[in-house]
């Protein structure tokens, strides 16, 4: 079966049915086996008494085995569903749409603004507190807000279209590599003491395989925005332009920024992590109080992104 259309499938199956938690109570998430491999070499491999250049080269090897023991996997399944002819290919598009995160990231950004509506700020504190790695205890109404909206646009990027991109270009041995990379990305790639030597292969391969699929994000949400009643797809491409470069990550901002624009909003800025103050760049140059109504056209516009996806899997399968 077509990639294409088997992605197609995916993303129908993960907005259908989502997780499958009964299925996840049996076995492990394929997430969890990396992170348990990447939790595994960082105990064995990342020692405190190594200089940094050792760490590093142990980091680079660590990453390699992750990314070897995952594509692995992800051949083998391939290989195997491709002797099962179209239920292979079903059983694959279910694969893809387990590793997909459309609904999940849906679910837990509406979580938050329910809890608005539920439990009043404290409520979505707590709620937002499960998406954003920032101190929800700082923030404000328009703070928890933005750090929804902000999660919605950065995962659009990282946990839909990248996967898919990947998808696309290798099959389930890259969808699977993909996932192992963006996992021991959130584990070890950030710069702490440390992690700054060990993880430093995971942070640097992560923003090279998002380069593409965060512009592509971008792109679909511009293209997201002209369909949205009161949606601005101009200044969403104008502020992805202008306005990403300055983000502190390469990546991130492409689809913060796009989304700052096509909702009016400003978003990223300053914020606190870890008990310390980021002076990030604000995206977009629209008003900075973010309401829970605006959360929720943020979820109209993050569907209509990932059926801006569907529409070019569709391309892709029939236009080749």
């Given at each position: 079966?077509?990639?294409?259309?088997?992605?197609?499938l995916g993303?129908?199956f993960?907005a259908l049915?989502g997780?499958?938690?009964a299925?996840?109570?049996?076995l492990?998430h394929p997430?969890v086996?990396?992170?348990r491999l990447v939790?595994?070499?960082d105990?064995?491999?990342?020692?405190?008494?190594?200089?940094?250049?050792?760490?590093?080269d142990?980091?680079?090897?660590?990453?390699?085995?992750v990314?070897?023991?995952?594509?692995a996997?992800?051949?083998v399944l391939a290989g195997?569903f491709?002797?099962l002819?179209?239920?292979g290919?079903?059983l694959?598009?279910g694969v893809?749409?387990?590793?997909?995160?459309?609904r999940?990231l849906?679910?837990h950004?509406?979580?938050?603004?329910?809890?608005?509506l539920?439990?009043?700020?404290?409520?979505a504190?707590?709620?937002v507190s499960?998406?954003v790695?920032?101190?929800?205890?700082?923030?404000d109404?328009a703070g928890?807000?933005?750090?929804?909206?902000?999660?919605?646009a950065e995962?659009?990027?990282d946990g839909?279209?990248a996967p898919?991109?990947w998808?696309?270009?290798?099959?389930?041995?890259?969808?699977?590599?993909?996932?192992?990379?963006?996992?021991a990305?959130s584990?070890?790639?950030?710069?702490s003491?440390?992690h700054?030597?060990f993880?430093?292969?995971?942070?640097?391969?992560d923003d090279?395989a998002?380069?593409v699929?965060?512009?592509l994000s971008?792109?679909?949400?511009?293209?997201?925005?002209?369909?949205?009643p009161?949606g601005e797809?101009?200044?969403?491409?104008?502020?992805?332009?202008?306005?990403?470069d300055?983000?502190?990550?390469?990546n991130?901002?492409w689809?913060e920024?796009?989304?700052a624009?096509?909702?009016?909003l400003?978003?990223a800025?300053?914020r606190v992590y870890d008990g310390s103050?980021v002076e990030?760049?604000?995206?977009?140059?629209?008003?900075?109080a973010?309401?829970?109504?605006?959360?929720?056209?943020?979820?109209?516009?993050?569907?209509r992104?990932c059926?801006?996806l569907?529409?070019?899997?569709?391309l892709?399968?029939?236009?080749?």
């Amino acid at each position: 079966m077509d990639r294409a259309v088997v992605l197609l499938l995916g993303q129908a199956f993960d907005a259908l049915v989502g997780e499958p938690e009964a299925l996840w109570r049996r076995l492990p998430h394929p997430v969890v086996l990396a992170g348990r491999l990447v939790g595994w070499l960082d105990r064995r491999w990342n020692l405190d008494g190594d200089p940094p250049t050792r760490r590093r080269d142990r980091g680079v090897a660590a990453l390699a085995v992750v990314l070897i023991a995952a594509a692995a996997a992800g051949a083998v399944l391939a290989g195997t569903f491709g002797r099962l002819g179209l239920l292979g290919g079903l059983l694959e598009a279910g694969v893809v749409g387990v590793l997909l995160a459309q609904r999940s990231l849906h679910d837990h950004v509406t979580a938050v603004a329910d809890a608005f509506l539920r439990d009043g700020l404290s409520g979505a504190r707590h709620a937002v507190s499960a998406i954003v790695g920032r101190d929800p205890g700082t923030l404000d109404e328009a703070g928890v807000c933005r750090a929804a909206i902000e999660s919605t646009a950065e995962n659009f990027s990282d946990g839909v279209v990248a996967p898919a991109f990947w998808y696309l270009i290798a099959g389930l041995p890259g969808l699977l590599a993909y996932k192992a990379l963006n996992t021991a990305d959130s584990m070890i790639g950030h710069r702490s003491d440390r992690h700054r030597h060990f993880g430093w292969a995971a942070a640097r391969l992560d923003d090279l395989a998002n380069w593409v699929p965060a512009r592509l994000s971008a792109l679909l949400v511009v293209a997201a925005a002209w369909t949205l009643p009161d949606g601005e797809p101009a200044a969403a491409w104008r502020a992805a332009r202008r306005d990403a470069d300055r983000h502190r990550s390469v990546n991130a901002g492409w689809p913060e920024a796009a989304f700052a624009g096509a909702l009016g909003l400003r978003l990223a800025g300053p914020r606190v992590y870890d008990g310390s103050m980021v002076e990030d760049a604000w995206m977009g140059d629209g008003r900075s109080a973010a309401t829970p109504e605006d959360i929720r056209r943020s979820l109209a516009l993050f569907r209509r992104a990932c059926l801006g996806l569907a529409v070019l899997a569709v391309l892709l399968a029939f236009g080749s």
